[in-house]
Antibody, heavy 118, light 112 residues
Framework: QVTLKESGPGILQPSQTLSLTCTFSGFSLSTYGMGVGWIRQPSGKGLEWLANIWWDDDKYYNPSLKNRLTISKDTSNNQAFLKITNVDTADTATYYC??????????WGQGTLVTVSS | DVVLTQTPSILSATIGQSVSISCRSSQSLLDSDGNTYLYWFLQRPGQSPQRLIYLVSNLGSGVPNRFSGSGSGTDFTLKISGVEAEDLGVYYCMQATHAPPTFGGGTKLELK
């Protein structure tokens, strides 16, 4: 059974660095073709794809935020990570991780709400 | 970035009614590998998105066959043949042919 679960700080202040963790089970990020992506959704608004990481450690970043994003993985512990530097109120959103294998987004986590506020 | 335009933005339907949602792309989504990386997702209230359709017309695992996808190039359609109460929520199309992956603005399906 494939599951993913996101975790994050809940609330942080402008200019801080947001660190998110995606802990998953039922698959391995060492499997050929496997990937994990991060997507966010401001409350009441649409979806924005942020970054992907693949089994071979290839990474993709949305150019609109590229300079602020870092994606990484810990294959041994079945985790993927996303860091966003210099956050502001526009980064307030629910952040999801999703499995990419044989296509995008067959499995998603429940999401974690991140609020940026002073 | 590729812009996906969904219409309508709000769709009112009765139980049992058949409905369609359109997704129009600003560029062809046919990839050089011959695949068209167009997906459909449903986000029920308070839930994560659920993938319904992949590669234009392939039904996701466990997805009821009242859902179907069609289209090519820049024009795509999701059809629900007989809306059920559990189908209410926001539908998104998504493309992954061109980087970055992008989503349509969403279509909210509500009860009439």
């Amino acid at each position: 059974q494939v599951t993913l679960k996101e975790s994050g700080p809940g609330i942080l202040q402008p200019s801080q660095t947001l660190s998110l963790t995606c802990t998953f089970s039922g698959f391995s990020l060492s499997t050929y073709g496997m990937g994990v992506g991060w997507i966010r959704q401001p409350s009441g608004k649409g979806l924005e794809w942020l970054a992907n990481i693949w089994w071979d450690d290839d990474k993709y970043y949305n150019p609109s935020l590229k300079n602020r994003l870092t994606i990484s993985k810990d294959t041994s512990n079945n985790q993927a990570f996303l860091k966003i530097t210099n956050v502001d109120t526009a980064d307030t959103a629910t952040y999801y991780c999703a499995r990419n294998y044989g296509g995008y987004g067959a499995y998603w986590g429940q999401g974690t709400l991140v609020t940026v506020s002073s | 970035d590729v812009v996906l335009t969904q219409t309508p933005s709000i769709l009112s339907a009765t139980i049992g009614q058949s409905v369609s949602i359109s997704c129009r792309s600003s560029q062809s989504l046919l990839d050089s590998d011959g695949n068209t990386y167009l997906y459909w997702f449903l986000q029920r209230p308070g839930q994560s998105p659920q993938r319904l359709i992949y590669l234009v017309s392939n039904l996701g695992s466990g997805v009821p066959n009242r859902f179907s996808g069609s289209g090519s190039g820049t024009d795509f359609t999701l059809k629900i043949s007989g809306v059920e109460a559990e189908d209410l929520g926001v539908y998104y199309c998504m493309q992954a042919t061109h980087a970055p992956p992008t989503f349509g603005g969403g279509t909210k399906l509500e009860l009439k």
